[in-house]
């Protein structure tokens, strides 16, 4: 940048965008070279890794994109979006309200799934899907992250079709597919060992394609952040449009019940 | 949706989404349709508005949600963002932490342009644009919103690029013209009143595509919180890999001023 | 500060902290002087204001805090922090996004109401309250804030206390009691236009309060705030303890309705 | 309360509020019992632990309260609060921006230090602190958590003055005070490991106090928040009158350095 460096400007520094007036560069591309010439997909590819995905890659990772938008208003993230707006909160605060709760239960379970699938990958692949499961619920936690759902069963619809997207992709050789034979040898196991069918949800499905893209774990959950916001953001509108003041989490006549001392 | 209908279910009605175990529509259409065969952008339509755009809709719409990604560090929620990876939190939380800072001065000011331009427009259109601007500063702020850039002088890089490719949208007949024609009076009136160019800013630019494409206000604010989130995570994964702990705005050794009674 | 002065350390400056190694001024005092001397109460005066309360200010103070902690899940913020903590959050970030949700409706009532206090004690008192309200309503908004409460009927219980320690602390000579005078002005009006009562609620109360103890419309808002995180950090800490994952805001099985196109 | 119980209002249970119309109770005490009777802190802890504490355990509860409202706009959380609102927010989401910020490393320290101190407590008294540190290295982070801070050396003003009123409360029989024996005994540990005084910092000495209280280590988090919030909107309120838009981190003449390809 055509100022001075110093400690003050190095305190900041960045590899990610460089400015003159007048010039806006990222990952030293001119901000107009890439306006009309590149998807948004392959933009937050560019401003999160530095380089820019072939067409093949943005497409397979703009399925995850658009895969993960919404769950709808029982999600406490868009309960929260929808709550804020009737607060009188503007769009970015409630967007901010709602994404704040993508924590490691509601949002982190795709960085988990990552984390278990390059576990496996690294003690040397889907045969050894059991053993790293083991492990997971030994050393993290009980929950096999991106596996199982409460409400789609026995199949979450979403993954199917991503999974053969990412098999499509394979075929092409713009991916490995390890990663879905590693998804898929999860699945395999947790079915036996349940005796019923465990499916493989959102965060399972796009953890894959994050995996094969290699996409670091971390990234999974900020990935999902920027793709849920999309209906987080669609909810505080039409909630928006809804009106409404204070709106609670259920009808004002059921209010809750207490359980505490000297109830009235 | 596959339950019954009640008064705890309607108080979270939507137009939306809709699922039963194993189905996802949004806005009616089933989400294994969706993937991968919609983009990104043509999803963040369909979600807010209801429609699907035509793919020249979506590319024009794709090149404002592109363009308006980061500023750098020096950008209050670009800086926020940083600083809280370096405090300990998930990438959910520091991106929201700095989305909420896109609040009326930092990212309001494209909600505040697409107000102006339909005020412009429901006047009479371009030639109006003087008078407005006028009641503008009288009933509104001071300042013209979209307009001016401290930095960025006398250009700033992305406004002709993307007024540029409006053009080339109405040559087609995917949108009117009417906005872009708004946007250049009012940039030609400022330049004359200043007596020195009074760039158009991002916001005024990208604020000329949602108008042109029939977003209304508060969405120019909410789609660039959705753009901005971009730079927002590429900032916070950046500072995560680069380390530090409790970040502070300026290198330590500067502290600050104290103004106050009893200086030590 | 031992520092040199500097443009950087300028941009810091403050009035409100001066600090050396091994020493921490607030306010000019320093903190060891404070911690043990002054009360809680006390501390957010001087921190906000600059000056100490003497101790009956403070009491009346420590009043309006404590009458605003809490009012229950059906609260967004307070179900917002319920939930937050279900979906991984740890109490800090359960309390921003709560915080977050106290905006123009929900916890800027208290400093609209200050506004209103101020317009009709400039206009010359008690007597000018139906034509402030009127002015109110023409030129802000239809509600007048701090009166009215969908539940509490025909009385909040708080604001009746709330009134009696101010009437206690104007005998006392501690406060003028004007802004009492004003505040039960409106309530007489508002009952007369109504013809029913019209409770003056929690914000109504302590705005009175605050506006009689001297504090900036705003600060009505940012004290609501610290007084309400009381509650909202009881609420995130009691549903911790009660467990739970991705609590929404009903129970599952009631799920939301459907009124988009083509429902399933 | 006085509304039929159900699965949606049983969905919202709480020990903590219990409310009719004009009636509001907190634990089983009616509000107007409460106000005028009961200090903020000991409101706080009615709040988060459902009994009253006696004067004397309020009086050191309210030490710890007052002791860590600020650090100064170097800390993260405060130049956060500073920047939200010149970006126009108001002080509850420039409040809310910066208590998220308060997460692991810049406000997790307390509960860490409650935490480290339990298992020294549990593994036989301070003798075994050695170990214990040895064995939170290893299994935890490298930090000890509460002890060093890179400006107050070799003292920070705040814990010398904390430990002594927790030794009053001790002789008192109002505390044991083998957690300020404990927190001592880490100290003289990590003295002779470094070879020069490691100071106990306000997370260390506070988390002595909550210890000696019987806090859950996650509360030393939420009160900590709690407290800080204090600071947060002082700054927030102070930068709202001192002015300013979009305030960066530095003055803008140093921008940031640009360690990218292509610089300009």
Redesign the interface.
């Known amino acids: ?3 001075e ?24 591309h ?3 070279d ?3 010439s ?4 392959q ?2 590819w560019l ?2 890794r ?1 380089d820019l995905p072939n067409a093949e890659e943005a ?1 397979l990772f ?2 995850a ?3 993960a ?9 868009i ?2 979006s ?3 707006v ?8 409630a ?14 379970a795709g960085e988990q799934a990552v984390e278990l699938y390059h576990m496996i990958d690294e003690a040397g692949g889907p045969s050894y899907a059991g053993e790293m499961i083991d492990r997971w619920q030994t050393e993290r936690t009980p929950y096999v992250p991106g596996f199982g759902h ?9 993954a ?3 999974l053969s ?1 990412v098999d499509e992709a394979q075929k092409k050789g713009v991916v490995s597919g390890r990663f879905a034979a590693i998804g898929r040898a999860i699945q395999t196991e947790l079915n036996a060992r349940k005796g019923k069918p465990v499916p493989m949800n959102i965060d399972g499905a796009t953890a894959v394609i994050y995996a094969e893209l290699g996409f670091a774990p ?2 999974a ?3 999902f ?2 793709s849920r ?3 987080i ?6 909630q ?1 449009n809804q009106g409404g ?20």
Chains 1, 2, 3, 4 share one sequence.
Not at 38 to 41: G, I, K, L, R, T
Not at 86 to 93: I, V, Y
Not at 150 to 158: I, L, T
């Open positions: 940048m055509s100022i460096r110093s400690d003050v400007s190095d305190w900041w520094r960045t590899e990610i965008i460089d400015m003159a007036p007048g010039i806006i560069r990222f990952r030293g001119p901000i107009e890439l306006i009309g590149v998807s948004f997909p933009m937050i401003m999160v530095g497409a703009e399925c994109l658009v895969a938008v919404d769950h709808g208003p029982q999600a406490p993230s309960a929260a929808r709550m804020a009737t607060c009188g909160l503007p769009l970015n605060s967007m901010a309200s709602a994404v704040n709760m993508l924590g490691d239960v509601h949002g982190g409460r409400f789609h069963k026995p199949v979450d619809p979403r199917p079709r991503l997207l971390p990234l959950r900020g990935l952040c920027l916001s999309v209906g953001l669609a909810h505080a509108w039409e928006m003041r204070n709106k609670g989490p259920t009808p004002p006549k059921y209010r809750w019940t207490y359980d505490g001392p000297d109830p009235i």
